[in-house]
């Protein structure tokens, strides 16, 4: 499935209604002018956008996620490395390690997402 990636503005958003959702819209137009200084008429046209891209959905005036933010950013990740990497995972975290030194710790947690990953596939 192609995901579409958000703005800035639209990610700030987005952000809001994961922390608080589900939220009314009249809670979330509030909360968009406390934490990013928004009009209410600014908040609803970003939020039109975000529902019509199927990221939220906008239903009764309660404002919910259709996925979450871990689903999004894994499907962004995976579409980065579609169209950077043609498609190819170790081709991209070799890229990446030509440009960050990982600690002990990161590759320790990398060895057991592995793991992890390998015994719920059964292999």
């Known amino acids: 499935m192609v995901i579409y990636v958000m703005t800035e503005a639209e990610m700030q958003l987005a952000g809001i209604i ?35 891209n199927e990221i939220f959905r906008n239903e009764n005036a309660i404002v919910s996620s259709r996925i979450s933010h871990e689903e999004y950013t894994g499907r962004k990740g995976e579409r980065y490395v579609a169209e950077n990497y043609n498609g190819s995972l170790p081709s991209f975290v070799a890229a990446f390690l030509k440009c960050k030194k990982l600690s002990k710790k990161d590759i320790e947690e990398l060895a057991q997402i592995i793991e992890e990953y390998e015994n719920e596939q059964g292999g």
């Open 18 to 52: 994961w922390e608080h959702e589900p939220v009314g819209s009249g809670e979330l137009v509030q909360l968009a002018r406390e934490k990013l200084g928004w009009k209410k008429s600014t908040t609803y046209t970003v939020l039109r956008k975000i529902c019509k």
